[in-house]
């Protein structure tokens, strides 16, 4: 089992950076892609960015390619999103998810395939 945490949400203006972390404990994650999904009220959870594994690759939503930044950290068993010139849009829940599958060099963006997730922080932006 993995228990995923994420912190760092919060209300911030539109124009604005946050960051987001996600602390991954319980049984090695090191093999395991991580990603970050957000869901807005009404609306699907829906991928914005993944990391494989070994580093080897880092995927983006177009909603956000430019504006946030994946990157993890397997010495602290994290995996952080950079979120910089946000907008009201952006506005959602934000979870963090790990895929057990081995895909050292692919990135799955359905829900559906992530098997581990973590319990959603809250990102608001005001305009």
């Known amino acids: 089992q993995v228990q995923l945490v994420e912190s760092g949400g919060g209300l911030v203006q539109a124009g604005g950076s946050l960051r987001l972390s996600c602390a991954a404990s319980?049984?090695?994650?090191?093999?395991?892609?991580m990603g970050w999904f957000r869901q807005a009220p009404g609306k699907e959870r829906e991928f914005v960015a993944g990391i494989t594994w070994n580093g080897s690759g880092v995927y983006y939503a177009d909603s956000v390619k430019g504006r946030f930044t994946i990157s993890g950290d397997n010495a602290r068993n994290t995996v952080y999103l950079q979120m910089d010139n946000l907008k009201s849009e952006d506005t959602a829940v934000y979870y963090c998810a790990a895929d057990a599958d081995f895909r050292p060099f692919s990135i799955v963006t359905t829900p559906s395939f992530w098997d581990y997730w973590g319990q959603g922080t809250q990102v608001t932006v005001s305009t």
């Open positions: 319980g049984r090695t994650f090191t093999s395991y892609n």
